[in-house]
């Protein structure tokens, strides 16, 4: 409504600018001269009316673009549409043309053959990797630009941060320290005692633990309780569970399904543990060479391939002979990987860490 009164005034100011411009160059000219200004003068103002009509109409388009979007906030939780990515001197994407929509409440199992995309994927939704604003959307934010979604806890990501780098050790190792699990759980504020309490009870953690001397089960299970302390609304799980023992994991998994039931949280699960998924999971989308493919994501239901079986693991392991063999294929095709040398922009490899 604003905005239409302020083109309104802004019409009406300028028809009077016009008409008063005219009156006054009118007095000072000769028939001719008047009338070659007369119509240039006519054809000024029609190209300015024109060009005013087509930004008011884009402003129009705009605003209904924004109402679209804050309509589709209230249902839409996670959308990813066209991402495409690579990596920084990889020739090759690892993602393709990715397109995914999950709506609030719903427990998406993320599955594909090592190497597939998907740790890559759940690392752009979780805003550790830069891709185009628009190409990722979680609760209507980009991830990446917008960091007070994880700062403020309503995105979470589970994974294997809990590692580092280390040449001597040959690759990753744990992350360790001479303190009890308690100070660590403790020591994150604003966090509700209660949901605290139940967190510690259902992953078994004794609060007395030395974090240097745990096993990786015990680690896992400290790290998991520090990313559900605060109440999410989008999760994303990279493995999680593969150092907890069945009960732990059962356990967990329908705290999981709570969680979306009650709250209207979504969970995006990648997993190669399938026992109990198929009851589990409402949407299920399989990454291979970077695309989706068997239902594109969507809901359970939906999926031709899955429909009256009572195990997902038979099925699973049939698509992932079928990319095993494409990959094959395809890699013949290819022939072999061109390698990309990255100190090749440098003057040599010394200044390459100087970056000269």
């Known amino acids: 409504m604003m905005m239409r009164r302020y083109f309104c005034v802004e019409k009406h100011a300028k028809e009077k600018k016009k008409k008063k411009f005219v009156a006054h160059r ?5 028939d001719d001269a008047l009338f070659l200004f007369l119509t240039t003068s006519i054809i000024y103002f029609k190209e300015e009316e024109e060009a005013r009509s087509d930004k008011e109409e884009v402003i129009k388009d705009k605003t209904s673009i924004n109402i679209m979007t804050q309509k ?15 990596y920084p001197m990889e020739p090759s994407e690892i993602i393709k043309d990715f397109t995914l929509e999950l709506p609030k409440g719903s427990r998406c199992l993320l599955s594909g053959a090592n190497g597939a995309g998907k740790s890559t994927l759940l690392q752009i939704l979780a805003g550790k990797t830069m891709v185009a604003e628009d190409k990722v959307r979680v609760l209507g934010r980009p991830p990446f630009h917008d960091f007070n979604l994880s700062c403020s806890g309503e995105l ?11 040449g001597s050790a040959g690759g990753d190792v744990p992350l360790a320290g001479d303190f009890p699990a308690r100070q660590m759980i403790f020591g994150v504020e604003n966090v509700d005692p209660e949901r605290r309490e139940r967190l510690i009870k259902l992953l078994d953690i004794d609060l007395d633990w030395s974090m240097m001397a745990l096993s990786d089960g015990q680690r896992r299970r400290v790290q998991i309780c520090l990313g559900l302390l605060k109440p999410y609304e989008v999760l994303l799980c990279d493995e999680i569970t593969v150092d907890l023992d069945i009960l732990g994991r059962l356990d967990l998994l329908k705290f999981f399904e709570e969680e979306c039931e009650e709250r209207g949280a979504t969970i995006i699960y990648a997993t190669h543990i399938f026992d109990g998924m198929h009851d589990w999971m409402t949407h299920l989308a399989f990454i291979s060479n970077g695309e989706l493919k068997y239902g594109q994501g969507g ?13 997902l693991l038979s099925t699973i392991e049939d698509w992932l002979r079928v990319d095993r063999d494409e990959t094959k294929a395809r890699k013949l095709l290819e022939g072999p990987k061109k390698r990309v040398d990255p100190y090749a922009h440098f003057g040599s490899r010394q200044m390459s860490y100087y970056g000269c």
Do not use: P
């Open 26 to 30: 009118s007095r000072f000219m000769s």
């Open 156 to 166: 979470s990501y589970l994974g294997s941060q809990w590692r580092r780098n280390v």
């Open 72 to 86: 589709q906030q209230t249902t839409i939780s996670l959308q990813v549409k066209n991402l495409s990515y690579a």
């Open 299 to 311: 809901r359970k239901e939906d999926i031709e391939e899955i429909k009256g079986i009572d195990h």
